[in-house]
C-alpha cells in the first residue's frame, strides 16, 4: 500500500512539474539554407507584436541579408565573451536567460557544441534547462544532427556529422515543425550566394548539395515530422484507444559497428512506437574483461554511453548462453520485441550456429516476441 501511495505521488509531482515546464517548438529542415532561423526570426517578431516578451537567446545568421535584416528590432540577450585559446569566443549567456525569465528564447542551431568550461557541453542541455526554468523556447536543427540518423546519413552523404542531438530532445518538443522547399529551389538559393559566399558555391554543388542527396535528406526530414505527429497523437489518445505497450530490447555483442547500428536503430524504433527500450549486452566468459582487447572494451563502453544518451536503459548481464540470457531478460522485463544485428557469419559458422539460432527462434516464439534482424 504504501508503495502505491508513493507511485502516486511520484505521478502528480511528474504532471506538476510538466505543467511548469516551459513550451519547446524545434524548426527542423534537409539541410542548411531552407530557412529555418528565417522563419524562427518572423515568428518571434509576431509573438512580440502580440505581446509576449521574446528575447534572442542566440540567432546565427551565418551573414545572409535576408537573415540578418529581420534582427533588427527584436530584444536580443547578450552574447558571453570567452577567452579559449587564445581566441575571443561568443557564447549563449545561459545564465542571464535564467535569471531574465523571459517568456519565450529563440535559442539557434541546437546541436552546437559548448566551448569548454561552460555549464554545459551542449547547447541542447542548456535549452533543456531553459524549458525547466519555465521559459518557453524556439529552436532549429538540421536533419542531419540527430542522433540516430547518423549512419543513414553518412551513407547519403559520406559525411561524418561531429555534432548531434539525441532523439529524446525532439521526443521531448510539444512542435516539430518542416521547413521544406523544393531541391530546385534549394538549388537556386544556393547559386544565388544567399546560403554560402560566392567562393564556396561551387564546391558545394559537387559536394553535398547535390540533387540525389538533398532529396534523400528531405524524405528523412519529411518523415521525422510524420512520426512526431504520430506520436503526438497517440500520446493524447484516451488510455483504452491505444495500442498495446511496445518494449523493445536491443541485443549488442562487442561488434562495435554492428551494435552501434543496432542502438540507432532500436531507438528510431522506439521514438515511433513511443516504446520504452533498453539495450542488452551479455559478457559470457570469452568476453571477460581480462581476455578482450582495451580497444574493444573501449568501443563497448562508448555504445553503451550512446544507449544510455538516446534514451535506453542498459542491462549488462554476465551468463554462459547468451540466448538463455537474452529469454530471462525478455521474460523478466515483458519485452514485445528483441532487435538483434545481421550475422556476419561465413558458411561453416552459420551451420555450427544454426541450432543456437533455432534455439532463440523457438524461445521467443513461445514467450510471443517478436524478433527483428536489422541489417
Known amino acids: ?14 504532471l506538476i512539474q510538466a505543467s511548469r515546464r516551459g513550451k519547446f517548438k524545434i524548426y527542423i529542415g534537409m539541410s542548411a539554407g531552407v530557412g529555418k532561423t528565417y522563419r524562427m526570426l518572423q515568428e518571434a517578431h ?35 565573451k570567452v577567452f579559449y585559446k587564445g581566441r575571443e569566443l561568443e557564447e549563449m549567456d545561459l545564465q542571464t536567460i535564467l535569471n531574465g525569465h523571459p517568456e519565450l528564447v529563440i535559442v539557434d542551431e541546437l546541436a552546437h557544441t559548448n566551448i569548454p568550461g561552460s555549464k554545459n557541453e551542449k547547447r541542447w542541455q542548456d535549452v533543456l534547462d531553459i524549458l525547466d526554468a519555465g521559459i518557453n523556447v524556439v529552436s532549429a536543427v538540421n536533419i542531419q544532427h540527430i542522433e540516430s ?15 548531434r542531438v539525441p532523439d529524446r530532445v525532439l521526443q ?4 516539430v515543425v518542416n521547413i521544406d ?52 497523437v497517440e500520446t493524447t489518445l484516451p488510455v483504452n ?34 516504446a520504452r527500450w533498453c539495450v542488452l549486452y551479455v559478457q559470457t566468459p570469452a568476453e571477460d574483461p581480462n581476455r578482450i582487447k582495451l580497444d574493444v572494451q573501449r568501443h563497448l563502453i562508448n555504445n ?22 537474452l529469454v530471462e531478460e525478455c521474460e523478466k522485463r515483458k519485452i514485445t520485441t528483441v532487435c538483434i544485428g545481421k550475422p556476419h557469419f561465413n558458411l561453416f559458422q552459420v551451420i555450427l550456429r544454426t541450432h543456437a539460432f533455432n534455439q532463440l527462434l523457438t524461445m521467443l516464439s513461445e514467450s510471443d516476441i517478436d524478433l527483428v534482424i536489422l541489417s
Open 149 to 163: 540518423l547518423y549512419d543513414e546519413v553518412h551513407d547519403i552523404t559520406g559525411i561524418e556529422v561531429a555534432e
Open 1 to 14: 500500500m504504501e508503495n502505491d501511495r508513493d507511485q502516486s505521488a511520484d505521478h502528480f509531482l511528474r
Open 304 to 325: 553503451l554511453k550512446l544507449a544510455t544518451e538516446l534514451g535506453a536503459e542498459v542491462i549488462r548481464v554476465k551468463n554462459t548462453s547468451i540466448f538463455n540470457a
Open 172 to 175: 521531448a518538443a510539444d512542435e
Open 241 to 274: 484507444t491505444q495500442f498495446r505497450h511496445e518494449r523493445l530490447m536491443a541485443s549488442i555483442s562487442t561488434n562495435h559497428l554492428v551494435a552501434r547500428r543496432v542502438i540507432r536503430k532500436t531507438a528510431r524504433l522506439a521514438a515511433y512506437y513511443q
Open 181 to 232: 522547399l523544393t531541391v530546385d529551389e534549394l538549388i537556386a538559393r544556393l547559386k544565388e550566394g544567399k546560403i554560402y559566399d560566392p567562393a564556396k558555391v561551387e564546391t558545394a554543388l559537387r559536394n553535398f548539395f547535390q540533387a540525389e542527396k538533398i532529396l534523400q535528406l528531405r524524405e528523412l526530414a519529411l518523415k521525422e515530422v510524420v512520426t512526431a505527429v504520430e506520436r503526438k
Open 46 to 80: 509576431a509573438l512580440l507584436r502580440g505581446g509576449i516578451d521574446v528575447k534572442i537567446g542566440y540567432v546565427e545568421t551565418h551573414n545572409r541579408a535576408e537573415t540578418q535584416a529581420l534582427i533588427a528590432g527584436l530584444p536580443m540577450i547578450p552574447r558571453r
